[in-house]
């Protein structure tokens, strides 16, 4: 019986590693070649209809390249943004859903959680919040706990002052939001993206042109 029961954790232990192996596979070089010009086109674009068929393209990507934590990082990031082109709160919802359903299966590549995907996470939740500000308060708190996990972690990642700064940006100023409230969040995040790189797809650089144009919006002021 002991050596049944060996042998299975044996098995067991041997499978979680082998996964692990396969999750973690290299990226092949025409996935890194092909990524990053789809998404910065995708991060550039205000047409609604192209920006919907480059976020199809990088959904299109995540099937091809299903063991790549990447492609579903991203398309998770493409489906939360185009959750709000939609004027319909369930269709919002629902694009959302496969949002989270792309950020799960990240993480179950990567195997754990980084600054990047909790800030991802807090995206996701961001937009569940704006669909009913009211009646959302569990995805609140999802926010502020993700955005506490990624600083934790990685308190230079610009993309928390960014998320943290619209944030404030969207709330009434009798709430504690407004321009002059978002205005510190944003210049730190201004700062803080003039010391990263684009280079690399696999480093996410998001963020940088909408934190640039909500900055000169507050020091316009009210």
């Known amino acids: ?17 082998t996964t692990g192996i396969h999750a973690q596979q290299p990226a092949p070089p025409e996935l890194r070649q092909a990524l990053q010009p789809i998404f ?25 390249y299903d063991n790549q934590w990447a ?14 082109y939609e ?8 694009i959302l859903d496969e949002a989270d ?8 590549l990567l195997g754990h959680e980084t600054d990047e995907t909790h800030v991802l996470a807090a995206l996701i939740a961001n937009w569940r919040i704006a669909i009913s500000p009211m009646s959302r308060m569990d995805y609140i708190k999802a926010f502020r706990e993700h955005m506490r996990a990624a600083q ?16 404030k940006y969207s709330m009434p100023k009798f709430a504690g939001g407004g321009k002059d409230a978002a205005l510190p969040l944003l210049s730190k995040a201004d700062s803080l993206f003039r010391q990263e790189t684009v280079a690399d797809i696999f480093k996410p650089y998001w963020g940088k042109i909408a934190t640039g144009h909500y900055l000169a919006e507050c020091r316009k002021g009210d």
Do not use: W
């Not at 910065?40 to 091809?64: H, P, Y």
């Not at 004027?87 to 629902?94: G, L, M, N, S, V």
């Open 1 to 17: 019986m002991k050596k049944a029961l060996h042998f299975s954790t044996a098995l067991a232990l041997l499978a979680a590693i």
């Open 40 to 64: 910065d086109q995708f991060d550039t674009c205000t047409n609604t209809r192209q920006k919907q068929a480059l976020g199809a393209r990088i959904s299109g990507m995540a099937v091809r």
């Open 71 to 84: 492609v579903h990082y991203y398309n998770a990031y493409c489906k939360a943004i185009l959750s709000s």
């Open 87 to 94: 004027r319909e709160d369930d269709r919002r919802d629902a």
């Open 101 to 108: 359903k792309e950020y799960d299966r990240c993480i179950s």
């Open 152 to 167: 934790a972690i990685n308190a230079a990642n610009p993309r928390i002052y960014y998320l943290q700064g619209m944030a």
